[in-house]
């Protein structure tokens, strides 16, 4: 593919991103930015939530890692493991729409974690808030780090431009179009953004199909038989051990988006609790046949590699990238541009959104000023927020060793445990407790969790923990909130 051609590639995606925001931002205001008027169609929150979920991390590190030995000490294959989570989604999305969603619709929330002050204080609503900020931080920067990678890779490094101003380019271009309408361009935007995404890996496996000469019955038979295709681990004391990922992926669907500004704010944007679950239903069983789409593209790029003789690079993570740029023809190479950058920016903006709007109602409290300044005041936030995801990146970008996936689930196990503890208490108990004391239990659990994982495989030995970390950090701080209660 030519400089030239990825360049007009890109810019014309960014061209029509901007015509939608410029459509769906005329006559915007802050409750636009931060509810979308709470007029979303739920079908179109329902598609587009596809996209925000799965993001870049899914469309290169799922299919990357079906090839790639679990750890050193368990060298055996990933293959299909990762769909043992995803089944586990399915209960997590179940909660959510019985249990959470009710709550956040019944109290008429802008940010959910203001759920907490009404609960236990204004002590505990900061911290809700300020854990959500932190990890979201952390995991859009993530995201947009592969982005950026894979950017860089398909132009930037043709003219020798550095990561740094990638980043900047990357991360401009989404502040653009997300500063008028917020919630309500992003939710239009996630439609075609997850449409690319999904376009782009439907047309990867039928190429390959079609040069390894596959039909669909000879697909289904490989994918079938091969050894990637295992999905089920039931060795308890593996971290990939079914009872672990099942109910681990239960709770990553419950924080990463019922607990998650970012996801619960596009649901918060349809008319209605009736329709905001019927966008939860239909969105949680069209991502279960979608990862399993994911997966077996993993399974026949590791085929193709071996068919050409393409050596397998060292990070699972590049290795669609390389084939798709490197190998493959330029209309699949233009297709997976178009999927990669839809994938990582359809999660990216929305975060930006979502960081925006959490700092400005949790922390800003804009109710209280004229409608002009609460205007400046988020625009600030926005570009504040910009800035930060800017200088995690090129920190992330010095110090990353790990499978970006697996990296992004680490963070999420530390920072949304406390998360799930206080909302697990909050809604199932009616105890209150000391709002001063809750912040020191909110730090103390983490810690806690870590010094666990790091020394399970001595506490049990040979025993491999896995996204389980996020269960136990949930239950310490639990168990936290029950010693600091009111009597």
């Known amino acids: 593919m030519s400089p030239f051609l990825v360049f007009s590639v890109i810019a014309g995606y960014f061209i ?14 802050n409750e636009t930015f931060f509810t979308g008027n709470r007029q979303s169609p739920w079908f179109v929150v329902a598609f587009g939530m596809i996209g925000a979920s799965l993001s870049g991390v899914t469309f290169i590190s799922v299919p990357g890692e079906v090839g790639a030995l679990i750890s050193a000490d368990e060298p055996t294959y990933k293959a299909f493991s990762y769909f043992q989570l995803v089944l586990g989604y399915l209960l997590g999305y179940f909660v959510i729409a019985n249990v959470l969603m009710p709550v956040y619709y019944k109290l008429k929330l802008v ?13 505990t609503y900061k911290t809700g808030s300020l854990f959500f900020l932190f990890s979201q931080t952390m995991g859009a920067s993530l995201r947009l780090f592969l982005v950026a990678g894979v950017l ?37 935007t996630d439609t075609l953004q997850t449409f690319f995404m999904l376009l782009a890996v439907v047309i990867t496996v039928i190429v390959i199909s079609k040069t390894l000469n596959l039909s669909f019955s000879g697909l289904v038979s490989t994918i079938e038989d091969h050894k990637y295709s295992k999905i089920f681990v039931w060795d308890w004391k593996s971290s990939k051990f079914f009872v672990k990922q099942f109910f681990s992926g239960a709770f990553i669907a419950i924080v990463m988006t019922g607990l998650d500004q970012n996801m619960m704010q596009k649901n918060l944007t349809c008319r209605n609790l009736g329709e905001a679950k019927k966008n939860m239903y239909w969105f949680s069983w069209i991502l279960v046949p ?6 077996s593209l993993g399974l026949l790029l590791y085929l193709y590699a071996a068919e050409k003789g393409i050596a397998i690079p060292e990070r699972s993570d590049d290795l669609y990238p390389i084939l798709a740029l490197r190998y493959f023809s330029s209309f699949v190479g233009i297709i997976f541009l178009l999927g990669i950058i839809a994938a990582a920016f359809s999660s990216a903006d929305s975060a930006l959104t979502a960081l925006t709007t ?4 949790d922390f800003l409290n804009l109710k209280e ?4 300044r609460k205007t400046r005041s988020r625009l600030f936030v926005h ?19 790990d499978s970006v996936i697996t990296a992004v689930f680490k963070v999420a196990g530390y920072t949304y445990g406390p998360l ?23 730090v103390f659990a983490p810690v806690l969790t870590f010094f666990i994982s790091h020394y399970s495989g001595k506490i049990i030995p040979g025993y491999n923990m896995g996204f389980e970390l996020l269960i136990i950090n949930g239950l310490i701080t639990f168990i936290g909130l029950m010693i600091i209660r009111k009597k």
């Not at 940010?111 to 002590?123: D, H, P, Q, V």
């Not at 979608?290 to 997966?295: A, P």
């Not at 959490?358 to 109602?361: D, S």
């Not at 407790?433 to 239990?441: A, I, Y």
């Open 16 to 29: 029509i991103l901007i015509f939608i925001s410029y459509l769906t931002s005329r006559d915007s205001s």
């Open 111 to 123: 940010t959910i974690y203001s759920y907490l002050e009404e609960r236990f204080g204004i002590k």
């Open 152 to 188: 860089q890779i398909a132009f930037f490094d043709t003219y020798g431009i550095p990561f740094v101003v990638t980043v900047a380019i990357t991360i401009l271009l989404i502040w653009i179009y997300t500063f008028r309408a917020g919630i309500k361009t992003i939710v239009w």
């Open 290 to 295: 979608v990862n399993f789409l994911f997966l």
């Open 358 to 361: 959490a700092f400005c109602v």
């Open 369 to 372: 000023l004229p409608e002009r």
């Open 383 to 401: 570009i504040g927020f910009s800035l930060l995801l800017f200088l995690v990146i090129i920190v992330f970008r010095l110090i990353n060793n």
């Open 420 to 442: 799930l503890g206080l909302y697990t208490y909050g809604l199932f108990t009616k105890w209150k407790v000391r709002d001063s004391f809750v912040p020191f239990v909110a």
